[in-house]
């Protein structure tokens, strides 16, 4: 265990699970692990218990960088007012399917 | 299936210690149910749980089938008392801590594997397919108390000291996993379930790796071991464990819900 840990509480790992061949793995938690073997098997007792997967990812939590709530003012709202971004916003010529 | 009398029996029997191994251990294990160490391992155990029951099912129903005498797999279960079961003593020690659950388990599931691996081929397809649905169980349940004694094994020196003092304590009732008894050598001789007597070789060589890979002992010890489940004999924790498994159906027969 790397010393960075808290004692009490071991790496957090998020957890995207695959339920159909070619479909994407989807997000559906955490689980806590000393390391990424037992990360693997906690996910598979947590999250595909009941049929749902047919293949696991766990990622240490640390690894994802994310936004923070103060980036959300640069990052997204600009794409606000620019609806033209959408494919909806053009009218499909008459006669084209 | 047609099955000379003496078959009967001993199918019957042997079906019972399979049965009786997985309900007396997923039993232990459901006891650790909101008391294991993380969240995630209460899961695991309850999942690893659930399927040795599950299993115990398969093979008491298909024993009450053998048996033919009206019973069902809950009869065989609930009804039956301490000295009728043929369950290892090894599967009804108690749990102690988490170190002598995973060791208790990590032996059970060595043996398992190589049982059922060896039963798959079967004549009697019955006991043939039971086995290979759970032997695809049991390779998960391997893998988790395999991972698990070596992390307590070469962990910290406390969880060491665990490990190796469940090892030394539960040691004595390994041998008896492999004692041939009558029942076993009438369905061998019968050609109904594969020679298995090379067992125990690879039993104590892919516990022998492991240990060194977890840093574990061996006891030196090898004199004081227990045995005799197979005829009723069993140590006195499984009489407590029956006490609480079968209260209910016994209080209440015929409950459902």
Redesign the interface.
């Known amino acids: 265990m790397s010393k960075k840990n808290n004692e009490s509480q071991w790496t957090l790992w998020e957890v995207f699970v695959q339920s159909e061949q070619d479909g994407p793995h989807v997000h559906v938690g955490s689980v806590h692990a000393p390391d990424a073997e037992m990360a693997l098997q906690n996910a598979r007792d947590v999250y595909s218990r009941r049929n749902e997967a047919i293949s696991l990812w766990v990622v240490p939590a640390n690894s994802i960088i994310a936004t923070t709530p103060s980036d959300n003012g640069p990052f997204f709202d600009p794409s606000r007012d620019k609806i033209y971004r959408h494919p909806q916003f053009y009218h499909v010529p008459k006669g084209l399917k | 299936m047609k099955l000379d009398k003496k078959t009967k029996e001993a199918l019957f029997e042997f079906l019972l210690m399979l049965g009786d191994n997985r309900l007396i251990l997923g039993h232990r294990l459901s006891e650790w149910c909101g008391h294991a160490p993380?969240i995630?391992?209460d899961?695991?155990l309850g999942?690893i749980a659930l399927d040795l029951i599950g299993q115990s099912s398969a093979f008491l129903n298909f024993a009450a089938v053998v048996e033919d005498k009206g019973k069902t797999e809950d009869d065989l279960a609930y009804f039956r008392n301490e000295t009728e079961f043929k369950n290892l003593q090894l599967v009804e020690q108690p749990n102690i801590d988490f170190a002598y659950t995973i060791v208790r388990q990590y032996f059970f599931d060595v043996y398992s594997n190589l049982t059922l691996e060896s039963l798959t081929s079967s004549p009697i397809k019955e006991l043939a397919g039971i086995s290979s649905k759970s032997l695809k169980e049991n390779k998960?349940h391997l893998?988790?108390s395999k991972?698990w004694l070596l992390?307590l094994g070469d962990g910290t020196d406390t969880s060491n000291l665990k490990t190796q003092n469940a090892v030394d304590n539960l040691w004595r009732f390994t041998k008896e996993i492999f004692e041939h008894n009558e029942t076993e050598n009438i369905l061998i001789d019968k050609g109904k379930i594969p020679e298995t007597v090379n067992l125990s070789e690879q039993w104590y060589d892919l516990i022998n790796k492991t240990f060194e890979e977890a840093k574990i002992k061996i006891p030196e010890n090898n004199s004081d071991f227990s045995s005799g489940s197979r005829n009723g004999f069993h140590s006195e924790y499984l009489g407590h464990l029956l006490a609480e498994m079968q209260i209910l159906a016994r209080s209440y027969p015929g409950a459902k819900w």
């Open positions: 993380i995630e391992e899961i695991a999942n998960y893998r988790h991972q992390r």
